[in-house]
């Protein structure tokens, strides 16, 4: 038996405003059940790729499929599949809680029979039940996007799209809609925009980079250290003779080095910051190096790069090796999806 589709087939995707492309080849497969984070700077074509997703926006070419169905021609069909929430979520500032979920229920097609424990339960997963009856416009900022969440996964579509869930949140409402989130994985397939990357680290299962229109970077997060950064750094703080410790490291491995020190403090140990131009675990090995030699060692410990500092890394080499471009006749004649039929 064949395995089902991937919740959402990207392949190689181009839109353009007037001849300058926001959106330049890109590619993606996401697993259903996954949880992705996308990042990207601003103008990096992470908004404009989530629309042609959601079906809002066509592209000049390339396919994308939602749980095996092509976007570009079965709109209202795509629909169905999923639950999307913009940045800026345009919730009725007159309507209470119960009500909204209702209203789109309906609009959902939710059967009128499992409405009901249907709203029940998605106000007890984002526990808005104690503001179900209160109207949406004298709601925190907080509530208001877990309403949007609860709105999202009304339906119980496959796909959820959120663009910027906590933006604006402090940190207890933050800690919420992580959960919420977590507790979606294995159930329903979610992409994440976010500038928050701590959470995107926290919360998501892989991630995709992308900058001037196309993919830079993709994979776990750890996976993404190795391939982007390729090096691993050191603290230690030590106490011994300093001139022969270049020779230790050396010895050890031979792009490790000194890169920072301090000077010594009241009982004569040094704060040292070491690389190595590889991610091999040292650790260990220079501890026990270090007390072969009569060093005292005070603190030793690896410093893990964040996301943050992928992020970077990963945009700031793309600046010079990528040039968005607009598709050529010939890519663009057997790529592009058909419009759908009308009625």
């Not at 949007?148 to 869930?165: F, K, R, S, T």
């Not at 391939?227 to 001139?243: A, F, M, Q, W």
């Not at 004569?268 to 091999?280: Q, S």
Request: net charge neutral; with cysteine.
């Amino acid at each position: 038996m064949s395995e089902p589709p991937s919740a959402i087939e990207v392949s190689r995707l181009f839109k353009t405003y007037g001849g300058v492309a926001a959106v330049s080849d890109i590619s993606f497969n996401v697993a259903r059940g996954e949880i992705i984070g996308f990042l990207g700077p601003n103008g990096a074509g992470k908004s404009t790729t989530m629309r042609i997703l959601t079906g809002y926006v066509p592209a000049t070419s390339g396919s994308v499929k939602i749980c095996g169905v092509p976007v570009a021609t079965h709109a209202d069909e795509i629909k169905r599949f999923i639950g999307y929430m913009p940045e800026n979520n345009p919730l009725p500032e007159d309507m209470r809680v119960s009500e909204y979920m209702y209203f789109r229920g309906r609009l959902k097609e939710v059967p009128r029979r499992k409405l009901g424990p249907r709203i029940d339960e998605v106000l007890e997963i984002c526990d808005l039940k104690r503001v179900r009856h209160k109207i949406i416009g004298q709601l925190s900022k907080g509530f208001r996007q877990r309403v949007g969440i609860a709105e999202a996964i009304l339906a119980e579509p496959p796909v959820i799209i959120m663009d910027e869930p906590t933006i604006g949140l402090d940190p207890h409402q933050i800690l919420i809609v992580r959960d919420l989130i977590a507790g979606l994985r294995g159930r329903m397939t979610v992409i994440i925009s976010s500038h928050i990357l701590p959470e995107i680290e926290m919360t998501c299962d892989r991630v995709l980079i992308i900058n001037q229109g196309r993919v830079v970077a993709q994979g776990t997060p750890a996976d993404l250290r190795r391939e982007i950064l390729g090096h691993s750094s050191y603290k230690l703080e030590v106490r011994g003779d300093l001139t022969a410790l270049p020779g230790i490291l050396t010895a050890l491995q031979p792009t490790l080095r000194v890169t920072h020190q301090d000077e010594p403090d009241a009982a004569g140990f040094v704060a040292l910051t070491l690389r190595a131009d590889c991610d091999d675990e040292l650790g260990e090995a220079l501890l026990r190096a270090l007390l072969a030699r009569d060093y005292r060692v005070r603190a030793l410990g690896r410093v893990h790069p964040t996301l943050e500092d992928v992020f970077l890394a990963a945009t700031r080499r793309s600046w010079d090796s990528i040039a968005p471009r607009v598709p050529t006749a010939a890519e663009r004649k057997p790529t592009i999806e058909p419009p759908a039929s009308p009625g």
